[in-house]
């Protein structure tokens, strides 16, 4: 009896992750196989045009211009936060509440950052549906990534180090930025390209707040619209899941792209030598 | 007696060491500043949703149980009931959790536990890489595969429907509740495996009557996680939701979750409508507030 329920259990076991894997692939594969007749150089560098399929230039420079934006604002800010947490803080109420505000941010779904963003950044700042507006919006969904994983490559850097350094004479400040934060680059590094996948990957914060607009943006005050963007619309109005899954595979391969140089970043963290 | 140009270099010295100083305890209270930035984001984001989403009921006399118990949602007759919506959230991160959860933990524990080394080295960052894909991509795949498909089998006008939404949910947490629950599951020390096995437990046993217990606040971390992904999930949603405005009763119904009415409207809505879309959020809010409350007092109490 026993055996019959281990082996019944086992046998779920293998078909859950026969499932799992199946479902995934099925879903990658079908993008690739729906999509791939549309991947040319001119889709890809191609200015939008509504009639046919379009080119999807405009919404690729859309998409970088939100992800260097938010990361030129998120990334000082996370990092310092991150040290002030790790290095300067001593354990105490304050710390906590900041902690706090950080896990709480990110468990807010990001239809709310978008709700948030249409409000103040769109209207009560006056930045209109635009680019900037829905870069300032992910800057504060990519922060607590940044806090976060800035503050694990910060533990990893031995106490030793510190020590070394302050003997030397060295102030805070210059053990800082001398020692700690060179040991823990690679870390930051990787945290940094996972918070790019985030914001590519982001649709309903961006739709809420940099508008629609199929065009080549004219400066970040304009409105325009992100990868993702493009592939909700397109399949929502016009149901074009051809064009969809194109765009889908453009997004796949830069996840794909972000993903393994975060890896390879860390890998090479763990043959540095302390 | 120093010289002159001795006293120049000290009084120098002195200038940079205040200079110095002086940076120390600034810089400390700039990376003070930063870290509070999260605190004073969240607390705008709090403030700003419920401060427009409860004027309706402070100030314009909405009354707050019609809105939550309404079953009609009309902006331009001023009818403002999300009840449908409530419903229809709920069921689908149910119907999700149901599907998602079980195959996403078995997926876990078979990486973790019994996949060959070589195949979980395949498997796993795989699996990883698909918790990054963007969930609109979720959503194409499922207009253009799930709901044709449910639309034939079950021989409905159209095929988006509630359950279209539960599984493409379910899919989409499975990446998120593999990956977490499988790093819950290998932080298991060994000495617990062999400390079980020498009982002489089965392998299998061993796995649900120890392994998995030990590593259940990892595993609930991954069904909280799964479960924000599945509530808080909006464009996928509304390519194969069909958004109608109608309490769910079965399975096949059209249905309009809370996210999907605020993406939805938000483009055109003003003055009323527009806070009610706020209000809408608020609900949505307090939904993740109390599941999350909710599964960190279960895990508590299976810890103890």
């Known amino acids: ?274 | 007696m120093p010289s002159p140009s001795n006293e120049n270099q000290i009084v120098d010295m002195k200038k940079s060491n205040k200079l110095k100083y002086f940076f120390e305890s600034a810089s400390e209270k700039l990376f003070l500043i930063c870290a509070m930035l999260s605190v004073i984001s969240l607390l705008l984001i709090i403030g700003f949703v419920f401060y427009k989403g409860s004027h309706p009921f402070v100030a314009e006399g909405y009354s707050f149980i019609d809105f939550i118990f309404g079953m009609e949602w009309v902006p331009s007759e001023d009818k403002f009931g999300i009840l449908p919506m409530i419903v229809a959230s709920i069921f689908s991160t149910i119907g999700a959790l149901v599907i998602g959860v079980p195959i996403g933990l078995f997926t876990a524990i078979f990486l973790a536990e019994i996949a060959p080394k070589r195949v979980a080295k395949i498997i796993s960052p795989a699996v990883q890489l698909l918790a990054g894909i963007p969930s609109v991509l979720y959503g194409v795949f499922g207009l253009a595969i799930i709901v044709p498909m449910l639309q034939n089998n079950f021989g409905l006008a159209k095929g988006q429907s509630l359950l279209a939404v539960i599984i493409v949910l379910a899919i989409m947490m499975l990446p998120t509740i593999v990956t977490v629950a499988e790093t819950a599951i290998r932080a298991v020390p060994k000495t617990y495996r062999e400390g079980s096995l020498a009982l002489g437990a089965s392998p299998i046993g061993t796995i649900f009557k120890v392994v998995v217990p030990a590593a259940k606040s990892g595993i609930m971390a991954a069904i909280v996680l799964g479960l924000g992904r599945a509530i808080g999930e909006t464009m996928a949603v509304i390519l194969v939701a069909g958004n109608s405005l109608i309490l769910p009763t079965s399975l096949t119904d059209s249905v309009r979750p809370l996210t999907t009415n605020i993406a939805l409207e938000m483009g055109y809505a003003f003055g009323t409508h527009q806070e009610m879309l706020f209000a809408t959020g608020i609900v949505l809010f307090s939904f993740i507030l109390i599941l999350n409350f909710v599964l960190a007092k279960i895990s508590s109490k299976g810890g103890k």
């Open chain 1, 1 to 274: 009896m026993r055996k019959f329920k281990d082996n019944f259990m086992l046998g779920l076991l293998w078909f859950s992750a026969f499932l799992t894997v199946a479902v995934l692939v099925v879903i990658v594969g079908y993008i690739f196989f729906k999509g791939f007749r549309l991947i040319n150089f001119d889709f890809i560098f191609g200015d939008y045009s509504p009639v046919g399929h379009g080119g999807i230039w405009p919404m690729i420079i859309t998409t970088i211009y939100t992800i260097v934006i938010s990361l030129i604002i998120a990334t000082p800010i996370g990092i310092l936060a991150a040290v002030y947490l790790q290095e300067y803080a001593k354990q105490g109420r304050l710390v906590r509440v900041i902690r706090f505000a950080t896990e709480s941010l990110t468990g807010i779904p990001s239809i709310i950052y978008g709700l948030f963003g249409a409000v103040f950044f769109v209207t009560t700042l006056k930045l209109g549906m635009s680019i900037i507006a829905a870069s300032l919006t992910l800057t504060i969904i990519v922060l607590p990534v940044i806090i976060r994983t800035t503050e694990e490559a910060l533990k990893t850097v031995p106490l030793s180090y510190r020590e070394g350094s302050l003997a030397l004479g060295t102030t805070k400040l210059q053990t800082l930025y001398k020692v700690i934060l060179p040991s823990a680059m690679p870390g930051i590094l990787s945290g940094i390209i996972l918070s790019m996948g985030r914001i590519v990957g982001e649709s309903a914060a961006i739709f809420l707040t940099a508008g629609t607009v199929a065009a080549m943006p004219e400066s970040i005050f304009s409105s325009a619209r992100t990868l993702t963007v493009h592939s909700y619309l397109v399949t929502q109005e016009s149901g074009d899941i051809e064009l969809a899954a194109a765009v889908g595979i453009v997004l796949i391969v830069i996840i794909l792209v972000l993903n393994l140089s975060a890896t390879f970043i860390s890998k090479k963290l763990n043959k540095a030598d302390y």
